[in-house]
């Protein structure tokens, strides 16, 4: 049992570093998502082989036509997803980035009840709100220190909201198909999107030694531990330690973001960060109390 408590903890430390990659890199934010991708759907290639060899009912299973199809999807909002929060790390701060993207849970539920009519718990609705009112402070002090910090924000809450799409793309097929053999399904799409999109923006796939150790840490950092590890752990975890875990994420990117970078957190914005977790980690909790598959990612 602590293994697994360790390995969600050691998971979310990774999620929580990608900011700081970003941060550092020089090179075009796609051409260094593309490389991530890459290297990601490398790395995880032979997970899904030996995955594949154990023998367990999903790893038998063979992808139908519309398994690939949405992994294609989900693979595509991935993509979406990691170049828009990059990109929102040019304008706004690594904690806030963290925090916006963060409010996926807010948007599963929303979906969830518009798409699937499954209606929000009077728990789920009480957390929603407490939400909003938290980011809405956040957006607030951000529009204070100027526009930029605001337009990162929004781009943080797009990539949310992509979140969101491929998570429940991934709600059907890992109900028959196992998370490694998926994962390197969505890796692999999505590195192919990503490259699609360096190729049409000009962006080049020329990049220093620095940037591809960059890269590359967010490869196995983010990606094979970060992903991988919280996916697995969350199949097993108490609902309320995955609502923790959902908290986690943004307070350990503000802390990095101190510690490796030097950005400081305004009183307003911290008040109005904590405020928008708690929102966000009663969502989370309250959606991990439905009778549900576990979304693995």
Not at 16 to 38: C, D, K, W
Not at 150 to 165: I, R, S
Request: with cysteine; glycine share 8%; charged share 10%.
């Amino acid at each position: 049992m602590t293994a697994r408590y360790a390995l969600l903890a050691l998971g979310i430390a990774g999620l929580s570093m990608a900011g700081i990659f970003y941060s550092l890199a020089h090179a075009p934010v796609v051409t260094v998502v593309a490389y991530r991708m890459v290297f990601a759907a490398v790395l995880m290639l032979p997970v899904a082989l030996v995955a594949r060899g154990r023998g367990a009912p999903q790893t038998r299973a063979a992808f139908t036509r519309a398994d690939l199809w949405t992994t294609a999807g989900a693979g595509a909002l991935f993509a979406l997803d990691l170049i828009v929060w990059a990109i929102s790390l040019k304008f706004t701060t690594v904690a806030s980035a963290a925090l916006f993207v963060s409010t996926h849970p807010i948007f599963v539920a929303l979906l969830a009840w518009a798409i699937f009519r499954e209606r929000p718990t009077p728990l789920m609705l009480l957390g929603i709100a407490v939400g909003i009112v938290g980011i809405t402070i956040v957006a607030y002090q951000d529009l204070a220190l100027s526009g930029r910090a605001l337009f990162g924000d929004g781009l943080a809450l797009l990539a949310a909201f992509a979140e969101t799409g491929y998570l429940l793309c991934g709600r059907s097929v890992r109900r028959r198909i196992d998370a490694p053999r998926y994962a390197f399904g969505v890796y692999t799409t999505c590195a192919a999107f990503v490259c699609v999109v360096v190729l049409v923006s000009g962006s080049g796939f020329a990049i220093s030694s620095h940037d591809l150790l960059l890269a590359l840490g967010l490869a196995v950092v983010a990606t094979a531990l970060g992903h991988t590890l919280v996916s697995q752990s969350l199949g097993y975890m108490p609902a309320a330690v995955v609502a923790v875990s959902f908290l986690a994420q943004p307070l350990m990117a503000a802390f990095f973001a101190y510690a490796f970078l030097g950005q400081m957190i305004p009183l307003t914005t911290a008040l109005g960060g904590l405020i928008a977790l708690a929102g966000i980690g009663v969502v989370a909790y309250a959606n991990e109390r439905l009778p549900a598959e576990p979304l693995e990612m």
